[in-house]
């Protein structure tokens, strides 16, 4: 039995169904084939499988991509299937991720444009300082010249995190390998010892897993998550990285005693230049953690943040996916 929309979405007339004329081996193409066979054996064991994706191939022979799940019907035992058609969700994200390239090109672009013309300015300032002489360089003027010193190293370093940014909203197909965690994140302490060290930091772990990831990417998650909580504090920063099993990996948690982030905040901070704090009191681009959520993202996971509000301190949760082992260890397991 079948509904109207289903035959919507395969293109067939409730007839020509009736008929006998809609056959699983003609609508659905052979890479889509694993997918229902998978989706099969699911609620045959289970009572019902997980949504999973996969293509149609409609009566006039075009393709339409649909999330489908099948459980068993309680008391008869029969499989239904739901199917819901998601060309729509797919074009909105084709369209998104042009637009985003467009963005990302622009970004590299001007980023990398703008190096040029600051460079210019920070070395004439000083050839005109020392051509000015010692002598007319009077206090006001060394003052003007070091504002102008600050402002040029300030945008550089402005420019230098959206170059950060924009080569890792670059890259789509990100390869992931497995990857001790433990190890990225000593990479990461390592980058950041001389600062933990004369600022007073601890920095503490529990046992960490192994992901699948990037190594370059992760050493960036933790060094960007370590170095807020070493800025956003009012004592010496305590921080703590830990793991649990997650649905289909693992949900890592660095925990601070900062300055903690009132709940209206949570969700934009992730934003590109998004802060909440001008950079007399705490400097910063405001890139760090929109770094944070594109390579999370990347890597098929989720990022987060807990605080009970000022003073309380905060709480970056992220999850990834468990290291998938190749074929030598699995056989050998
Ligand atoms: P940046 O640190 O360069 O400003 P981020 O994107 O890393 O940029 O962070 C965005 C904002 O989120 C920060 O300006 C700060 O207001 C807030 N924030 C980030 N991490 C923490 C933290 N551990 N504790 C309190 N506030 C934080």
């Known amino acids: 039995m079948v509904n109207d929309a289903y035959l919507r979405i395969i293109g067939y007339t409730r007839e020509e169904f009736e008929a006998g004329q809609v056959r699983w081996d003609e609508i659905t193409p052979p890479e889509s084939r694993a997918a229902d066979e998978e989706g099969i054996r699911q609620v045959l064991a289970e009572g019902v499988s997980e949504p999973y994706e996969k293509e149609y191939v409609r009566k006039d022979g075009t393709r339409v991509p649909i999330v489908a799940a099948l459980g068993k019907m309680p008391g008869t035992g029969e499989v239904a299937a739901f199917v819901l058609d998601i060309s729509s969700l797919r074009a909105a994200q084709a369209e998104l991720a042009r637009s985003n390239e467009d963005l990302q090109q622009f970004a590299y672009a001007a980023s990398h444009d703008l190096r040029e013309p600051l460079r210019t300015v920070g070395t004439y300032t000083q050839l005109l300082f020392r051509r000015l002489g010692e002598a007319r360089a009077d206090a006001e003027v060394r003052q003007f010249v070091e ?85 956003y504090r009012r ?23 900062g ?58 949760y992220f999850t990834l996916r468990a290291a998938v082992r190749g074929e030598e260890a699995s056989a050998s397991d």
Request: glycine content about 12%; charged content about 25%; overall charge negative.
């Open 235 to 257: 004592e010496p920063a305590r921080v703590h990285i830990s793991a649990e099993p997650d649905r289909d990996g693992w949900r890592f948690a660095v925990v601070d005693n």
């Open 147 to 231: 504002f102008i010193e600050e402002g040029v190293g300030r945008m550089q370093a402005l420019i230098e995190d959206l170059l950060a940014y924009a080569q890792v909203t670059h890259e789509t197909d990100v390869e992931l390998t497995p990857v001790r965690s433990e190890s990225v994140l000593g990479t990461a302490l390592e980058n950041l010892k001389a600062r933990m060290e004369s600022e007073g930091a601890t920095v503490t772990y529990g046992p960490l897993p192994e992901v699948q990831g990037r190594d370059i990417r992760l050493v960036a998650l933790f060094q960007n998550l370590i170095g807020n909580a070493l800025t």
């Open 259 to 316: 300055i903690g982030i009132e709940r209206e905040h949570h969700d934009r901070i992730f934003g590109v230049f998004k802060r909440l704090h001008g950079r007399k009191e705490y400097s910063g681009s405001g890139v760090g953690l929109a770094i944070c959520r594109r390579i999370v993202e990347q890597h098929g996971g989720r990022i987060w943040v807990e605080s009970e509000g000022a003073g309380k301190g905060s709480t970056f």
